[in-house]
């Protein structure tokens, strides 16, 4: 069964940085030809979509955090990064990742916990 393992959060005070990573948990997955994206979860909110990357490396982000984050792959690590920078409050969250298109959804995998303090 395909998990995958998010990693890299932390306590940070605001404008700091952090660099999540996600990869699978095991090699019969791979991230090549697969859309992949970082989603969060603040407590007490529902889960929201933060940033795609394309299987061509093509990126989108949301909002709030365009201009701050940034999403990258690594095809032959078979993992995804999440690059934080400028973070604010509101930032505090669970950060996951998940396929986005071109393979089956796996389920979600226990996230992050990322929290920005003043």
């Known amino acids: 069964q395909v998990q995958l393992v998010e990693s890299g959060g932390g306590l940070v005070q605001s404008g700091g940085s952090l660099r999540l990573s996600c990869a699978a948990s095991?090699?019969?997955?791979?991230?090549?030809?697969?859309?992949m994206g970082w989603y969060r979860q603040a407590p007490g909110k529902e889960r929201e979509w933060v940033a795609t990357?394309?299987?061509?490396?093509?990126?989108y982000y949301s909002d709030p955090v365009k201009g701050r984050f940034t999403i990258s792959r690594d095809n032959a690590k078979n993992t995804v990064y999440l690059q934080m920078n400028s973070l604010k409050l509101e930032d505090t969250a669970v950060y996951y990742c998940?396929?986005?298109?071109?393979?089956?959804?796996?389920?979600w995998g226990q996230g992050t916990q990322v929290s920005v303090s003043s």
């Open positions: 990357i394309g299987r061509g490396g093509t990126t």
């Open positions: 095991t090699s019969r997955f791979s991230i090549n030809g697969v859309d």
């Open positions: 998940m396929v986005v298109s071109g393979f089956a959804r796996p389920a």
